[in-house]
């Protein structure tokens, strides 16, 4: 059940908007827009001053089962780019196609947002029922779907997010902490038993162990079977967990691929305001110093370890050397 993004274009017409873009577009020194040029009595793609273009015919597909990480500066459109997943937000051009059929048609957007499940930037904060469970049971509820099968459904969507079902289905959201509200949140999501998960910058705000739980409960979804298309700004974090990386520049479509292909560019990646992980900006800086590190894609562990038997190599063959 792929979803296929056919060059999809979406404008924002606020004018306000426009001017702080506008600033943002001077500031980093980016050309100005051109002025609007009309073709039957419609701006031309890009060329109506009244109009932002938050995504600029983007065309992509989604696969089944992949890991899909979107990257991009501030502004950029990833927000905007996932709210087409589940025809949340129709493109102004251009086609979101789910198993082949538009989305702009209703009974297919129905059906999508039926098995494309969205946490939102702060999910926590659309909680609102008394109880866990209550607040968990909203969307399946809403499916027609209540007794035991409701039940097994809550419990199952709590217990994928580390919740003991017992401890917390009678308790208000808002006496958990905070990581604990955000599980509940994303349960709820997983309680519509989605195939495809979308999540917006689902760590933000939360502290180093509470980002590593999180990260380890997206990765154990994603082995479990599920499409995961994560927004992050953490490009580690995507390098970690992404078989593939989406990366957006005012609203273009940048780079599409594997992280070891996305990161090569990393000289490209810094003009855009971007950055390689750590650990690859690293290789990349020893390489020119003259080590041989011959893995496209470093992370912490690995760059140590080739480091380390590189290093131990060196010692060894100067100890010979002098003997
Ligand atoms: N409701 C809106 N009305 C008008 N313009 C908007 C609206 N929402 C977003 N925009 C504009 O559309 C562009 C893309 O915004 P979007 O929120 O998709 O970016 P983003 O990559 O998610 O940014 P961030 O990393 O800050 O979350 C920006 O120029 C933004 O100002
Ligand atoms: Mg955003």
Redesign the pocket.
Same mark, same amino acid.
């Given at each position: 059940m792929p979803l296929t993004f056919e060059g999809v274009s979406y404008s924002?017409?606020?004018p306000e /908007?426009q001017k702080?873009?506008r600033a943002r577009r001077a500031k980093r020194g980016a050309a100005e827009e051109p002025p609007s040029v009309q073709a039957h009595g419609k701006p031309v793609w890009g060329t109506d001053p009244n109009a932002?273009w938050?995504l600029r015919d983007i065309s992509f597909q989604l696969r089944d089962g992949e890991f899909l990480g979107i990257a991009? /500066?501030?502004? !950029?459109?990833? !927000?905007?780019?996932v709210q087409h997943l589940n025809g949340l937000v129709h493109p102004t051009r251009g086609r979101v196609l789910f198993a082949g059929r538009d989305v702009a048609d209703k009974r297919v957007a129905q059906e999508c947002r039926g098995q494309v499940g969205m946490v939102f930037?702060y999910p926590e904060h659309q909680l609102f029922a008394a109880t866990v469970y209550d607040d968990v049971a909203f969307g399946p509820r809403n499916l027609g779907i209540a007794g035991d099968e409701l039940e097994q459904r809550v419990r199952r969507a709590l217990e994928r997010v580390g919740l003991a079902f017992d401890d917390v289905r009678d308790k208000s959201p808002f006496e958990l902490s905070g990581g604990q509200q955000r599980r509940v949140a994303f349960a709820g999501v997983l309680a519509m038993e989605p195939r495809v998960l979308v999540l917006?910058?689902p760590m933000a705000g939360l502290d180093p162990v509470g980002r590593a739980e999180f990260l380890d409960l997206v990765a154990g979804l994603h082995a479990g079977g599920l499409t995961v298309v994560m927004?992050s /700004?953490s490009m580690d974090d995507l390098a970690r967990l992404a078989d593939r990386i989406l990366v957006?520049n005012e609203?273009e479509l940048f780079a599409l691929g594997t992280p070891e292909e996305v990161f090569a560019r990393g000289e490209e990646l810094r003009a855009i305001g971007l950055d390689v992980p750590a650990a690859q900006r690293l290789a990349h800086e020893l390489r020119t110093c003259g080590f041989s590190l011959p893995r496209a894609l470093y992370d912490d562990e690995s760059l140590a370890d080739d480091l380390a038997a590189q290093l131990t190599g060196a010692a060894q063959a100067k100890g010979n050397a002098h003997a």
């Open positions: 924002y017409t606020n /908007h702080k873009r932002i938050a991009g /500066h501030t502004g !950029s459109g990833k !927000s905007t780019l930037q917006d910058e927004v /700004h957006l609203g």
